[in-house]
């Protein structure tokens, strides 16, 4: 026997360390940059010994700049001040050529070694957050928007990757490339050089003050940029509505407000870097001339040979361009930690709705039929920005779907019907009482096993950029013989009464979807029925899918349904009595729970909750049809109109954004 599992939901849907990613924690809690960015390690280490190596070539340029000067004082203080030997001054300059070359050359080298790795690194990051997504329950969707989501797998992933083939390696090279060469200053001329040392003191204050600042800007910079991104999306996916109601330019404001706010803080940004690029440019300059101040009388003594002099200064000259990079640096580097904790934020996510440590399997297909069982089931949304959760929908619903049988389950608009179609194949947890499929809670099997066995058909079809074959035989597996896969097809479609997908353009293969022609709601309602019912599942479960269909056409398909699908239990959220009719028996939802079941007759008979639903429904449905006609005469007369303002209005927007 299968041991009890644990069934409590969790509902803490990030780890502390996403936790930790919350800009909006007070800076004392917040984590280190460098455990944020440790964290990048995981995907990077691949990269490591590339980098690495990338890094010491870089360093190997630095060292050999750093030794010109050396020649130089070796040049001044042997044949320029004693012999005047031309031969040793063109040696000297020839060593001076090489060791330019061999610099040039390590350049080249760290640029070669690292570019290839930072593009893996960029992909895997990538891939994996696009798995995180995809394993998210739909409850995480609810509450992120699609270009939070974007931004974090692109704009995010692309600062990361910069700052992993230019920015740590640059970081590390400029701070050893400061140190070796403030040694080497002290050894030259070590009182000049405490001099140079003490300009350090406000340097590292600045630095100090400019991580602090630049943090908050810098987080809030990526996290408006996903606002806009969202924006940009949500016009674009709504932009029917916007051209329908002449919204456009309400979109167009609202957006720009967004841009604006982005601009802002970009520019609050770019002030702040500035500000300690200015400080770290002027402040070595200022300690230089104090420096020439103090070693020139020191050479006039001869407490300083001319040749330590110079080196010194043509030391300086090098070490002060990483001092004054490091600005530049920094803020790459907390660019990129605000990246990566906006990243692993999503990645760290724990899903809520997870698969069981040792599944348990369905039993084999029974003839007659799946049973469902919904036994006291209880379910309410997590409310936003808390972990409490919002009122209860469901509040102990109590139904069995008899195998083989289709119900039809009824309910006033907002009562809970899609909330518990969903609640079958695991799209949300239920919070209290249990789904059974065959006997079996649907939180003891894999979500594969129990997805492959239960379809739904949403009264939002949402097709794929794909081929009609591609996107009805979705859930169909790979492996299924070409013919038999091409009789599901064109089953499916026959039932679903999709067959006019065999007159588009090139047939079924015709790709349809957001990159592909437009269907009407109807078409994209039954290629996506062709899609559920191609599955075969044990489970059909049917949201509303036939609403954008003539009441024949519903019930022609209906009937194909009921006819195909023996041996299929279906749950139909009907919201048109004509579906209602169809139906085995109903089930009536009322205040959360199930409160009656029967036929459609019995409960038309018995059951005045039942009748006054279906007076609304069909009040509903010839207001609908109402509005549909007037609406359609509308769209016709004023189209043309319509249609002109909203390209005046998209010129408008397109000089604006120029
Ligand atoms: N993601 C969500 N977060 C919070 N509340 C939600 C969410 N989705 C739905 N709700 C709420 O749950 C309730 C039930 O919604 P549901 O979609 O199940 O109702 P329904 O009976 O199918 O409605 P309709 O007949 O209009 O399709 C509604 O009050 C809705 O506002």
Request: hydrophobic fraction near 45%; proline fraction near 5%; glycine fraction near 8%.
């Amino acid at each position: 026997m299968t041991p009890p599992v644990d069934h409590t939901t969790a509902t803490a849907s990030t780890t502390p360390a996403a936790a930790g990613a919350d800009a909006s924690r007070a800076p004392g809690h917040a984590p280190s940059t460098t455990s944020v960015l440790l964290r990048l390690l995981h995907w990077g280490r691949p990269a490591v010994p590339r980098i690495v190596l990338g890094g010491l070539t870089a360093l190997g340029a630095s060292l050999l700049a750093l030794a010109v000067p050396q020649v130089l004082r070796a040049v001044v203080n042997g044949p320029l001040l004693t012999s005047g030997s031309r031969v040793a001054v063109v040696e000297a300059a020839g060593l001076v050529l090489l060791l330019g070359v061999l610099e040039a050359f390590l350049v080249w080298c760290r640029r070669a070694l690292i570019l290839t790795p930072g593009t893996g690194v960029e992909l895997a990051m990538r891939r994996d957050l696009f798995r995180r997504l995809l394993d998210l329950p739909v409850e995480f969707h609810d509450r992120w928007s699609g270009g939070q989501l974007l931004s974090r797998s692109m704009g995010d992933l692309s600062v990361i990757r910069r700052w992993m083939v230019f920015g740590v390696v640059m970081l590390c090279v400029s701070a050893t490339t400061v140190v070796v060469g403030v040694g080497l200053m002290i050894a030259t001329a070590p009182v000049l050089g405490v001099v140079y040392l003490a300009g350090a003191v406000p340097v590292v204050w600045l630095g100090f003050r400019f991580r602090q600042d630049y943090k908050v800007v810098a987080r809030r910079a990526r996290d408006q940029a996903g606002d806009l991104a969202t924006a940009v999306e949500e016009s674009v996916h709504g932009i029917r509505v916007l051209k329908a109601f002449g919204r456009g330019q309400d979109a167009l404001d609202d957006f720009v407000r967004q841009a604006d706010e982005l601009r802002a803080t970009e520019v609050a940004k770019a002030r702040t870097q500035s500000r300690v690029t200015f400080a770290l440019g002027a402040i070595p300059e200022a300690v230089l001339a104090v420096s020439l101040a103090v070693g020139v009388p020191l050479a006039a003594a001869d407490r300083l040979s001319v040749g330590a002099l110079v080196a010194f200064f043509a030391t300086a000259a090098i070490v002060n361009a990483p001092v004054e990079r490091l600005g530049q640096l920094l803020a790459m580097t907390l660019d990129a930690r605000a990246a990566t904790e906006r990243f692993v934020q999503v990645i760290d996510t724990v899903p809520t709705v997870r698969d069981p440590e040792r599944p348990r399997h369905l039993p084999a297909r029974p003839r007659e039929g799946s049973r469902v069982e919904l036994r006291d089931v209880r379910f309410a949304h997590r409310a936003r920005g808390r972990d409490a959760q919002a009122p209860p929908i469901l509040a102990g619903v109590d139904l069995v779907l008899e195998p083989g049988t289709t119900t039809a389950l009824v309910g006033l608009t907002g009562s809970g019907k899609t909330t518990v179609l969903q609640l079958v194949p695991r799209l949300y947890d239920v919070t209290g009482g249990e789904v059974r499929l065959d006997g079996v809670d649907v939180r003891d099997l894999t979500r594969d096993e129990l997805r492959a066995a239960v379809a739904v058909a949403f009264e939002e079809p949402i097709l794929f950029s794909a081929s009609v074959r591609e996107n009805v035989l979705m859930g169909v597996p790979d492996d299924l013989p070409a013919d038999e896969t091409q009789d599901l097809l064109d089953r499916s479609l026959d039932v679903a009464r999709a067959g006019f997908a065999r007159d588009l353009p090139h047939g079924l293969d015709t790709v349809i979807g957001e990159e592909g022609l437009s269907l009407s709601g109807g078409q994209r309602q039954r290629v996506a029925l062709a899609r559920a019912i191609a599955v075969r599942p044990r489970v059909l479960l049917l949201d509303d899918p036939l609403s954008a269909l003539d009441v024949t056409t519903e019930a022609d398909v209906t009937a194909r349904l009921r006819e195909v699908l023996a041996g299929t239990t279906t749950l139909v959220v009907a919201h048109r009595p004509s579906t209602v009719a169809l139906a085995d028996r109903v089930a009536v939802l009322e205040d959360g729970r199930i409160t009656a079941v029967g036929t459609h007759s019995e409960l038309l008979a018995s059951n005045a909750h039942y009748r006054y639903v279906l007076t609304a429904l069909e009040s509903q449905d010839e207001e609908l049809a109402a509005v549909d006609a007037e609406r359609r005469e509308q769209a016709a007369a004023g189209r043309q109109e319509e249609e002109r303002e909203v390209d005046e209005v998209a010129d408008e927007s397109i000089e604006a954004v120029r």
